[in-house]
């Protein structure tokens, strides 16, 4: 069954600390990769997403993304994290295969301490 | 509208009863979804409306859950007999087409089962 793996569950660091949030997912042939953002109180917004082309994606708040496709990865960074970025973080994988269900990993809860 | 809405914001309900919840997506958008949102458990697919294509129904956990949408735009998911185990946040995402457009995520209806 097609899957996404998200392996750190909760992350706390401290301001100015830099960031990487793993993501994998199965193997299911071409796929487009999401990163979706949940800030305390607020709905899901996308961060950044990667269809095609240059595998390192860039995103809002200085968020970004590379697509390794021989790993089935597609980690999250931030050189530098704020206090404002502390949030839920989801990674996401659209199969473009079928039915175009998307297929969302558990979440990461990233708190930044100030 | 603006943006996803959803209603109600919160439901509580005995077990045993019948629920609906609503979604209004955001006009013009062709794809619409449903999510279970459970602590630990991230996002849970659980049906995909693509226009006026047959819906993708292979998320609904058991025949309890059924989902309609009516006239291309409105959605209600409705959960019979509510049992406790499916207390959670029931999110709802639209996008103007299947697949590799962002999803504009509900704030969602948060149901408690008693």
């Known amino acids: 069954a097609q899957s996404v793996s998200q392996h750190n569950h909760h992350v706390i660091l401290s301001e100015a600390a830099s960031l990487e949030l793993g993501c994998n997912y199965s193997?299911?042939?071409?796929?487009?990769l999401f990163w979706y953002v949940q800030y305390p109180g607020q709905h899901l917004q996308l961060l950044l997403k990667?269809?095609?082309?240059?595998?390192l994606v860039k995103g809002i708040k200085g968020f970004e993304a590379e697509f390794i496709k021989s790993k089935f990865s597609f980690n999250l960074r931030k050189p530098s994290v704020q206090w404002s970025d502390t949030a839920e973080y989801f990674c996401?994988?659209?199969?473009?295969?079928?039915?175009?269900?998307?297929?969302f990993g558990t979440g990461t809860r990233l708190k930044v301490l100030a | 509208g603006a943006g996803v809405s959803q209603s109600p914001s919160n439901k509580v309900t005995e077990k045993g009863k019948d629920v609906e919840l609503r979604c209004d997506p955001i006009?013009?958008?062709?794809?619409l979804y449903w999510y279970r949102q459970s602590l630990g458990q991230g996002l849970e697919f659980l049906i995909y409306?693509?226009?006026?294509?047959?819906?993708?129904k292979s998320g609904l956990p058991s025949d309890r859950f059924s989902a309609e949408r009516t006239g291309g735009s409105v959605s209600t998911l409705t959960i019979q007999r509510t049992q406790q185990e499916d207390s959670a946040v029931y999110l709802c995402?639209?996008?103007?087409?299947?697949?590799?457009?962002?999803?504009?995520f509900g704030p969602g209806t948060r149901l408690l089962v008693l």
């Open positions: 995402a639209s996008s103007a087409r299947q697949g590799q457009e962002t999803q504009y």
């Open positions: 193997y299911g042939g071409t796929v487009n």
């Open positions: 409306f693509q226009g006026n294509s047959a819906p993708d």
């Open positions: 006009s013009g958008h062709t794809a």
């Open positions: 996401a994988v659209n199969y473009r295969s079928g039915t175009y269900k998307y297929i």
């Open positions: 990667y269809f095609s082309g240059d595998p």
